[in-house]
């Protein structure tokens, strides 16, 4: 299936998957596409302190990039379970120098997740290309910003927030609350003039391993929207895998990513790009079709 994120804004046609169209432009991909993350944190809960300083955040996403990522997501401030708020300051310490870099290198598609206004708009003047709002645009200024701007947006269902979410989290129905939301947040949106909305369940945010199951097992959701899947190295990979807490969760990651991607996911949020292009391109070449990824 085609995918496409409209802009307001004109992006250089030689970056990744860009057609302009007229003043704008729209960013297109055929099958499932990965998103790669790069956390400038010291305390994400998968590669916290990594990718802290300048270099080493530019140089990851680079390769990302590089590995097949069609966006590399830059995010400064940790939103793993009860995590803290990150002040603004120091969210834009971390994030703006890395989109400013990469931006003027014109190799890379970017968002920016973060759930603060100001740090949309100072990332999309940076140059970022996509707005990935774990808070689910729930700010009316987030969605002002986006809409303001013309830049599209990543919706994300949480329930409560990061210092909160995993205290026993409970639903009546998880699918019809979670999709019923997020279509609402969407469609609200796209009415106040945000160009393009991509929707996420949220794995692992106000979750137990059962609800993001039947998440899973309910894909593609909708047929409205396009639908991001995050689960890379998430606790769901680690007990639905039998693992210990500290065995590596990749291989689970691809697994799950794959399985999305096979119910209609139009992207994965991923941490190993390269295993997951070499995992679906396999996949493609076996089915004999389209496949998942063809960008």
């Not at 944190?41 to 990594?50: N, Q, R």
């Not at 009546?172 to 996420?200: K, Y």
């Not at 990513?257 to 070449?285: K, N, S, T, Y």
Request: aromatic fraction near 4%; include cysteine; charged fraction near 20%.
């Amino acid at each position: 299936m085609q995918w496409r994120l409209d802009s307001h804004r004109s992006i250089p046609a030689s970056v990744n998957g860009v057609h302009a169209e007229g003043r704008g432009s729209s960013i297109r991909w055929t099958g499932c596409a990965l998103m790669g993350v790069v956390n400038t944190t010291p305390d994400s809960f998968s590669d916290g302190g990594l990718y802290l300083s300048e270099e080493a955040a530019v140089a990851h996403a680079q390769r990302l990039v590089a590995d097949g990522a069609l966006l590399v997501d830059i995010g400064g401030e940790s939103t793993r379970p009860r995590a803290d708020v990150v002040p603004l300051d120091i969210e834009l310490a971390r994030t703006i120098p890395v989109i400013e870099r990469l931006a003027a290198d014109g190799e890379a598609l970017i968002s920016i997740d973060t759930r603060k206004p100001e740090v949309a708009a100072a990332a999309i003047a940076a140059g970022a290309h996509v707005v990935n709002d774990v808070g689910g645009l729930r700010d009316p200024a987030m969605v002002e910003v986006c809409a303001s701007e013309g830049i599209p947006a990543i919706v994300m269902h949480m329930r409560g927030d990061p210092s909160t979410m995993q205290d026993d989290p409970q639903y009546d129905d998880v699918v019809a609350e979670v999709v019923g939301w997020l279509i609402e947040q969407a469609t609200m949106a796209v009415a106040a003039g945000v160009p393009s909305v991509m929707i996420d369940p949220g794995i692992g945010f106000g979750k137990s391993v059962e609800h993001n199951v039947a998440l899973f097992r309910a894909l593609p959701l909708t047929d409205r929207y396009p639908v991001l899947i995050g689960a890379s190295r998430k606790r769901t990979i680690q007990v639905l895998a039998q693992l210990d807490e500290a065995a590596p969760r990749d291989s689970g990651s691809v697994a799950a990513h794959l399985f999305a991607a096979h119910r209609g996911a139009a992207m994965v949020r991923v941490h190993d790009v390269a295993a997951h292009r070499q995992a679906f391109a396999v996949d493609r070449g076996l089915r004999g079709d389209a496949g998942p990824m063809e960008s």
